[in-house]
């Protein structure tokens, strides 16, 4: 079915901390993922995406990594800042023909100085 | 990130009241979206809208909701008689193709009374 989850609702790490933020998902046919950051009282900031023909991508700090065998998804962000604080979200794109993203709950993020 | 506005960027009505959110695209943005997020929830699909016409619509996206590009401009979501259940952040998001990522406005805050 459709559906995408997160095992944590919050993490908390020290500034200049690397942080792991997971989801879970179960509909196997799923084969984009992306994630996305959100601040308070701000809509969803795109940070990076992955195709299932990738197991890792990389980007500036960030870092997505795709285990399909599990239906797995981590994001890790590197050298965490205090701007890095927010709400994540994973969200998969069903590979059904469907014209929409699925998100997930969330995980907030809280950086500690 | 392109940027999308969004107007109101907060509405307040009353129950059974007709709203309308509006939000501007980019130019060579063919696939819009809306989304809502109730207060501590986490994002849900609406309905997706390509080529003057509606993609795939939610649950959700009964007969009281409706979509449309006036003017060929603005891209228009219209509640017609609110429910005290519709107040939620309205996030209208588009993207330069089909299964390509989506990039989500600032957002309109409902809030029926």
């Known amino acids: 079915g459709e559906s995408v989850g997160l095992h944590l609702p919050t993490l908390s790490v020290q500034e200049g901390d690397n942080s792991i933020i997971n989801c879970a998902y179960s509909n196997s046919a799923s084969d984009y993922f992306i994630w996305y950051k959100q601040e308070s009282g701000k809509g969803p900031q795109f940070i990076i995406d992955i195709r299932s023909n990738m197991d890792k991508r990389q980007g500036q700090r960030v870092t997505v990594l795709l285990n399909k065998t599990v239906k797995h998804l981590s994001l890790q962000i590197a050298a965490t800042q205090p701007g890095d604080s927010a709400v994540y979200f994973c969200a998969e794109w069903p590979a059904s023909g469907a014209q929409k993203l699925v998100f997930g709950q969330g995980t907030r993020l809280t950086i500690n100085p | 990130e392109p940027e999308v506005t969004q107007t109101p960027s907060h509405q307040v009505t009353q129950m059974g009241q007709e709203v309308i959110l509006r939000c501007v695209p980019i130019?060579?943005?063919?696939?819009f979206y809306w989304y809502r997020q109730i207060l501590g929830q986490k994002v849900e699909f609406l309905v997706s809208?390509?080529?003057?016409?509606?993609?795939?619509k939610s649950e959700i996206f009964d007969d009281q909701f409706s979509v449309e590009r006036p003017d060929g401009s603005n891209f228009t979501l219209k509640i017609r008689s609110t429910k005290l259940e519709d107040s939620a952040m309205y996030f209208c998001a588009r993207s330069t193709g089909y299964y390509n990522e989506q990039f989500f406005g600032p957002g309109t805050r409902l809030t029926v009374l």
């Open positions: 130019s060579n943005h063919l696939y």
């Open positions: 809208f390509y080529n003057n016409e509606i993609s795939e």
